[in-house]
């Protein structure tokens, strides 16, 4: 499965950006999605997660009521939507699929994943 990210670009803090992540020719229904991002100089961490249903999802703590994940089965397309962003949020985002036998089933390990996206990147200006 080829995943590419896209919807990466500048804003400034306080604002929004909303990053995508498709599958072109495939489908991504029996997969739990995850988003990723990586900072300069900084490991990879974990963003947040959606199960395949689409009805579980899970973030990591410092995004936590800012960032939304999601996912149109008819666009084939998950979506990562960022409000009031902040300088601490640039990184490169990636987009990873994870093979799930569970509807509700999602996971936070970047080791659960099964294929990745190129990356798109976010940068906020303060």
């Known amino acids: 499965v080829q995943l590419q990210a896209y919807g990466g670009g500048l804003v400034q803090a306080g604002g929004s950006l909303r990053v995508s992540c498709a599958a072109p020719?495939?489908?991504?229904?029996?997969?739990?999605m995850g988003w990723f991002r990586q900072a300069p100089g900084k490991e990879r961490e974990f963003v947040a997660a959606?199960?395949?249903?689409?009805?579980?999802?899970y973030y990591e703590g410092s995004v936590k009521d800012r960032f939304t994940i999601s996912r149109d089965s008819a666009k084939n397309t998950v979506y990562l939507q960022m409000n009031s962003l902040k300088p601490e949020d640039t990184a490169l985002y990636y987009c990873?699929?994870?093979?799930?036998?569970?509807?509700?089933?999602?996971?936070?390990?970047?080791?659960?994943?099964?294929?990745w996206g190129q990356g798109t990147l976010v940068t906020v200006s303060s």
């Open positions: 990873a699929a994870a093979q799930s036998r569970r509807d509700s089933w999602l996971s936070r390990e970047p080791t659960d994943y099964d294929y």
């Open positions: 959606v199960s395949r249903s689409g009805v579980n999802t």
């Open positions: 020719g495939r489908t991504l229904r029996s997969y739990a």
